[in-house]
T-cell receptor
């Protein structure tokens, strides 16, 4: 079973629509970290956010917001008023201490296409 | 500028010919890692290193070697490359094991 599941392989929206990318994780640790990364068409991977398991407060950064819910083991990412520049593959990742250190495991990614 | 530098960006080579992909970071990070990215499989970890002379296998280490003789460098070595190692490779570093990674620009490796 995947530790990080991004069930949406591809999402297509029209500019200005809101879109939510789902991330469901699986862990037995009580201390863990969750991340989101963006990979635009140019190919580089860009770190967006980190959240630890003790902080369930939602976070907002401009048009981006993240909803962390331990009860459902989810860490969803919402883009408000999407723009063409948001088109990218987005990866969710989980770091657990199972191997003595926190080494992230990535989901398979969600490709977001924003049409003008 | 804080960055992770990988070289080469692109490489086409033949089966069995040893190759090295270099990775260097200028942020004094302790943690470094190699990932490969394949369509539909996301990012899979090959090897990671928690400090100089400390390395460990990730999820897909077969056919790869690494070394960490200096803090800034973490080369990936393919002793006898095979076509199933054709992939996009990323090196990454982090200031600590639970911080976000800074990734290199990637190396597109094709083995024929």
């Amino acid at each position: 079973a995947q530790k990080v599941t991004q069930a949406q392989t591809e999402i297509s929206v029209v500019e200005k629509e809101d879109v939510t990318l789902d991330c469901v994780y699986e862990t037995r640790d009580t201390t863990y970290y969750l991340f989101w990364y963006k990979q635009p068409p140019s190919g580089e991977l860009v770190f967006l956010i980190r959240r630890n398991s003790f902080d369930e407060q939602n976070e907002i950064s401009g048009r981006y917001s993240w909803n962390f819910q331990k009860s459902t083991s989810s860490f969803n990412f919402t883009i408000t008023a999407s723009q063409v520049v948001d088109s990218a593959v987005y990866f969710c990742a989980l770091s657990e201490a199972l191997r003595g250190s926190y080494i992230p495991t990535f989901g398979r990614g969600t490709s977001l296409i924003v049409h003008p | 500028e804080a960055q992770v530098t990988q070289n080469p960006r692109y490489l086409i080579t033949v089966t069995g010919k040893k190759l090295t992909v270099t990775c260097s970071q200028n942020m004094n990070h302790e943690y470094m890692s190699w990932y490969r990215q394949d369509p539909g499989l996301g990012l899979r970890q090959i090897y990671y290193s928690m400090n100089v002379e400390v390395t460990d296998k990730g999820d897909v280490p077969e056919g790869y070697k690494v070394s960490r003789k200096e803090k800034r460098n973490f080369p990936l070595i393919l002793e006898s490359p095979s076509p199933n190692q054709t992939s996009l490779y990323f090196c990454a570093s982090s200031q600590g094991s639970h911080y976000g990674y800074t990734f290199g620009s990637g190396t597109r490796l094709t083995i024929v």
